[in-house]
């Protein structure tokens, strides 16, 4: 099993971080090079404990599909969802987020356990962790990108109610 652990400062309050990481709209926003979008499920606003989200994306040049569940949200410290289906054999990705110095620490942990064996286990050491690392960088510097600028308002501010920075 391969753990991926990486922490991003976020100029932004935790509430805003921690609504723009659970919605729909602004994952796809932040990982649009993958063409990444929501087919089933939950497929726009934000994700809450319970739902399913399925997700179709291309990558090493092929359309994939995975499915994943919210198993625990607390807002505003923490959500995890783990893989229902998809390319993995297993996947949990905890996400969490705390207020330091008014700026918001991000961190994700991320495992996964690659199919096939001991195949799998090789194309976790010599290629798929760094792929993973990489793609969930570019995920969280597409939401700083967001948090910091006022674009998040698009995301969030569905309508004239919403209190998330409060």
Do not use: C
Not at 59 to 78: A, C, D, N, W, Y
Not at 87 to 111: I, L, N, P, V
Not at 119 to 132: P, Q, S, V, W
Not at 145 to 165: M, P
């Amino acid at each position: 099993m391969a753990l991926i652990q990486l922490t991003t400062r976020i100029a932004a309050p935790v509430e805003r971080v921690f609504d723009l990481a659970r919605s729909v709209e602004a994952h796809t926003a932040s990982v649009s090079q993958t063409g990444e979008i929501a087919i089933d499920g939950k497929t726009s606003g934000l994700v809450e404990e319970g739902d399913t989200v399925t997700w179709e994306a291309t990558h090493f040049g092929i359309k994939q599909r995975l499915k994943v569940q919210m198993t625990q949200v607390e807002r505003p410290s923490m959500f995890e969802d783990r893989m229902v289906f998809g390319a993995f054999s297993s996947m949990s990705h905890q996400h969490r987020f705390e207020e330091k110095d008014g700026e918001t620490e991000m961190r994700d942990r991320f495992e996964f356990q690659a199919p096939l064996g001991i195949l799998g286990r090789i194309a976790e050491r010599l290629f798929l962790t760094r792929y993973m690392t990489t793609f969930l960088q570019m995920r969280n510097e597409g939401l700083k990108e967001l948090a910091e600028s006022d674009r998040w308002r698009r995301f969030l501010e569905k309508d004239a109610h919403y209190d998330g920075d409060r």
